[in-house]
């Protein structure tokens, strides 16, 4: 286990790596860490700023950390700007495993959530949009989408990339011939602009989970092309070794010495392709949810929360609507690229013979 001793040492893959784990944790218990429905409108709480945590009330008495209920005055005819209205009269203390809206695990319901306010008081961690939605809860339901999007794509365009550049580069002659003139024509098409004009025909009365099996389907769909180019080549060398050689020569089918003796020696690339390649689908989402085209309202994904940057005014006046979704983003990017470069540098060959 040279190459895990190598990854362990590496300070970026670590880093990398662990924010990867923290995020996909949060994702899959967003029942319990997020503390409001993200579907659920507060009164009167359409664009609230992150909630201020206080510490003494108003006697100048400490009494821990606490919120006061928050809404959004009348509209100043004068000026067009709206002032928070605070209700000091109702401290709300900040407690962890409180309760709040229900929730199924397993068939079971729950209803305890990791932190919230106990009492009148919400806590928008990140405020609120123009919906009056918690856009901290909505971020953690819509992390669902976006970093699950990479995983399932994967899944989808390796084992066929693997498959197919295999078989190209076993069999060789007219099908590695034909194979590759099919890659070839799939590697021309600019991927960003097949999925704009696949995505604006979609049939409007899509659901989310439906449009995202189709989102999948076609990043999937242009992205196993470079990956059996690779294959190929590295299958018309490791076809020559005397492994291979006699397999052949007991009467092993084609089929089963590809699968089992010839595409687990390209297993190192193919762990390090894969790891640098779900960024490109989480991106590739978040492009078509930005523009319109992904995943819709009220359903929650970090693209479609970032579409909002098209509007200026907002970007000055509700940052908190921004740029969460796109630094969650570029950190889950990053964590994947510093990942895939130290995997790359654990299992490269001829560190390991060193």
């Known amino acids: 286990m040279d190459w895990w001793q190598k990854l362990k040492k590496n300070p970026l893959a670590r880093f990398g790596a662990l924010v990867l784990i ?73 407690r962890l495993f409180v309760a709040g809206h229900s929730y199924k695990i397993l068939g079971l319901e729950f209803k305890r959530h990791l932190f919230g306010a106990a009492g009148p008081a919400r806590f928008n961690l990140l405020g609120t949009d123009e919906q009056a939605r918690d856009q901290f809860s909505r971020l953690l339901y819509g992390g669902r989408i976006s970093l699950s999007i ?7 365009s390796f084992p066929l990339g693997m498959l197919v550049g295999g078989i190209s580069g076993f069999f060789g002659g007219f099908t590695d011939s034909f194979l590759m003139r099919l890659v070839e024509v799939l590697m021309t098409i600019p991927s960003i602009y097949l999925l704009v004009a696949l995505a604006a025909v979609l049939p409007p009365g899509l659901t989310s989970a439906q449009r995202f099996l ?13 990956l059996a180019r690779v294959i190929r ?21 084609p089929f089963y010495i590809i699968v089992r003796h010839i595409l687990p020696q390209t297993a190192t690339y193919v762990i390090i392709s894969a790891t640098l390649s779900i960024p490109s ?10 523009i319109g085209l992904g995943i819709q309202q009220p359903d929650p994904s970090w693209g479609n929360m970032l579409s909002l940057a098209t509007n200026a005014s907002i970007l000055v006046l509700q940052p908190w609507l ?30 390991l013979q060193r």
């Open 22 to 94: 923290i995020f996909y944790l949060a994702v899959l218990a967003a029942d319990f860490v997020a503390p409001y429905d993200p579907y659920a409108s507060q009164p009167d709480g359409g664009l609230l700023p992150p909630t201020q945590i206080y510490w003494r009330n108003q006697a100048g008495q400490f009494i821990g950390p606490h919120v006061y209920p928050t809404v959004q005055g009348p509209v100043d005819i004068n000026t067009g700007d709206r002032k928070l209205i605070i209700d000091r009269s109702q401290p709300s203390p900040l």
């Open 150 to 156: 990479g995983l399932v794509g994967v899944a989808i």
């Open 214 to 226: 189709l989102i999948v389907l076609i990043t999937s769909f242009i992205s196993w092309a470079g």
């Open 233 to 253: 080549g590295q299958v018309l060398s490791i076809k020559q070794r005397e492994f291979v050689q006699a397999a052949t020569a007991m009467g092993g089918q």
């Open 281 to 290: 689908f989480i991106v590739a989402e978040s492009v078509l949810s930005l």
């Open 322 to 351: 921004v740029w969460p979704p796109a630094l969650l983003i570029i950190l889950t990017v990053l964590s994947f690229n510093v990942l895939g470069d130290g995997l790359r540098d654990a299992l490269d060959p001829r560190s």
